[in-house]
């Protein structure tokens, strides 16, 4: 089994929350422990919580029942896996006789979960499960959903980045009480991203001395887009006007990059170990000094994934073609907690 992103917190912590009512819910109370952490806390996004959202750990050996569970015909069935080529998790909720059967299916890695009520030496029934869960794109690709305890009572928690590109949070939480699905809420943690550069390969000097002190602030203004809508958009930053046959250079190449990545380039000294993905990727004229070059950005990925690193490659234009001259990679990490919401 996977490990569980985890809350569990003892339900007398609550009460003391600040700004934790007898009506707050779980994802208020833990909004406002948020709000009291300090920004150096963060560098591992919701872990911060932990001493309120304990990680519990679902990677030990499946019980005798939970193996007899994961080939169950009725769960193959329920998981769309009724000829078994995928491989099913089972999770037993806390504290119950409930357990979550599920699978992790296609390109985007999508979850497909039956939930089973289940004890050793009476059949196992499949039950409903919680309502709304992953919403209308499902629970796919960054996220999944597993059991947990929040606040001393079992719940089922979708969790994981938002995206391939951030480190953005929605944490949806349904608790389970009295034999039933309660209400949901989400806890919605929004990040300050920081910027370093990881990788630098270079065969230009000049220009990549240059390069280096705008390479943050160019990673900065690529990461604020929202790389999933860009295609084959233009992306601008603000160098000074280049020339005419440079901006038509960086126009075709964009045209071309529809169909074809290119290659980051490590000039020899290493394999071009770096993938550059097809989601995003731009081509935009860039001054530096007194010259003229056309960059190509996009987050590193093979195809259409994408990552939290960003990768440049820098060309000049000799005689109508592009040359590689520079190749940096700059990773996107949590630098503080942005907001906090409870919804």
Wanted: a neutral charge; charged letters at 20%.
């Amino acid at each position: 089994m996977h490990r569980l992103f985890g809350l569990a917190v003892a339900a007398s912590l609550v009460a003391g929350l600040p700004g934790a009512g007898a009506a707050a819910t779980p994802c208020e109370a833990l909004a406002a422990r948020a709000k009291a952490l300090g920004p150096q806390a963060w560098s591992d996004g919701s872990q911060a919580l932990g001493p309120w959202l304990q990680i519990e750990n679902g990677d030990g050996e499946p019980t005798a029942l939970e193996a007899a569970l994961a080939k169950d015909p009725a769960v193959l069935k329920a998981t769309a896996n009724e000829d078994g080529n995928w491989t099913v998790t089972v999770e037993r909720m806390p504290g119950s006789d409930i357990y979550a059967a599920s699978t992790f299916q296609g390109t985007l890695h999508c979850q497909t979960t039956a939930f089973v009520e289940a004890s050793p030496g009476r059949p196992a029934r499949l039950i409903d499960g919680p309502p709304g869960v992953g919403g209308e794109g499902g629970v796919c690709w960054t996220q999944s959903a597993d059991f947990a305890r929040v606040f001393g009572q079992p719940a089922y928690v979708e969790h994981g980045s938002n995206s391939d590109t951030t480190a953005d949070e929605d944490i949806r939480i349904i608790p389970w009480a009295d034999g039933r699905w309660g209400r949901a809420c989400t806890l919605k943690l929004r990040y300050v991203p920081a910027f370093r550069v990881v990788a630098r390969k270079c065969r230009d000097a000049k220009a990549c001395a240059a390069l280096d002190r705008k390479i943050l602030a160019i990673a900065e203004a690529y990461g604020r887009q929202d790389q999933n809508a860009q295609g084959d958009a233009a992306f601008a930053y603000p160098s000074g006007r280049t020339s005419e046959a440079v901006r038509r250079a960086a126009a075709a190449a964009a045209k071309r990059g529809v169909m074809e990545s290119p290659n980051w380039p490590g000039f020899g000294a290493e394999a071009d170990e770096r993938p550059v993905s097809s989601s995003g990727l731009a081509y935009f004229p860039l001054k530096l000094g007194s010259r003229d070059y056309v960059a190509a950005i996009s987050p590193q990925g093979v195809g259409w994934r994408a990552s939290r690193v960003t990768l440049l490659i820098l060309y000049s234009l000799e005689k109508g073609a592009l040359v590689p001259k520079a190749g940096y990679a700059v990773e996107q990490r949590i630098g503080a907690l942005k907001s906090v919401a409870a919804q």
